[in-house]
C-alpha cells in the first residue's frame, strides 16, 4: 500500500523557518518523482517543488525560488521541503504527492497543472501570521 505522510506543519511568523517531512513507502522510491503542492482557501492547488529520485532534477515555482530548498533522503524514503523567510503568503495547506518518473517528462511535468500525480498524502497546515 502507497503512504505518504506529511508533518511539520505549524503556525510562524513572517521571515521565520520550517521544514516539512513527508515520509514514503510502498512504492520504488527511487523510480519516482515527488513533489510538494499547496492549497490556499479559495485558491488552486499549485506545485511548489518536485524532485525526481531518478536523477536528482528539481524544480520550484518562481514565488519560493532562493526561499524553500527539496531534498530527498533515499534511505529514510523520505522528501523534505525545507522553507525559509516565510511570508503570509504562504499560508497554505501544503501536500506531498508522488508519481512514477516517465523518461520523456521532466521534473517540472509533474509540478505543473499537467502533472496529475497519482499518489497523495493528507496534508499538513503551514499559517505564517505578519
Known amino acids: 500500500e502507497v503512504q505518504l505522510v506529511e508533518s511539520g506543519g505549524g503556525l510562524v511568523q513572517a521571515g521565520e523557518s520550517l521544514t516539512l517531512s513527508c515520509a514514503t513507502s510502498?512504492?520504488?522510491?527511487?523510480?519516482?518523482?515527488i513533489g510538494w503542492f499547496r492549497q490556499a482557501p479559495g485558491k488552486e492547488r499549485e506545485g511548489v517543488s518536485c524532485?525526481?529520485?531518478?536523477?536528482?532534477?528539481?524544480y520550484s515555482t518562481d514565488s519560493v525560488k532562493g526561499r524553500f530548498t527539496i531534498s530527498s533522503d533515499n534511505a529514510k524514503k523520505t522528501v523534505y521541503l525545507q522553507m525559509s523567510n516565510l511570508k503570509p503568503e504562504d499560508t497554505a495547506v501544503y501536500y506531498c504527492?508522488?508519481?512514477?518518473?516517465?523518461?520523456?517528462?521532466?521534473?517540472?511535468?509533474?509540478?505543473?497543472?499537467?502533472?496529475?500525480?497519482?499518489?497523495w498524502g493528507q496534508g499538513t497546515q503551514v499559517t505564517v501570521s505578519s
Open positions: 504527492a508522488a508519481d512514477p518518473q516517465v523518461q520523456i517528462r521532466n521534473t517540472y511535468y509533474y509540478c505543473s497543472p499537467y502533472g496529475s500525480l497519482a499518489f
Open positions: 510502498g512504492f520504488p522510491f527511487g523510480d519516482y518523482v
Open positions: 524532485i525526481s529520485n531518478n536523477d536528482g532534477v528539481t
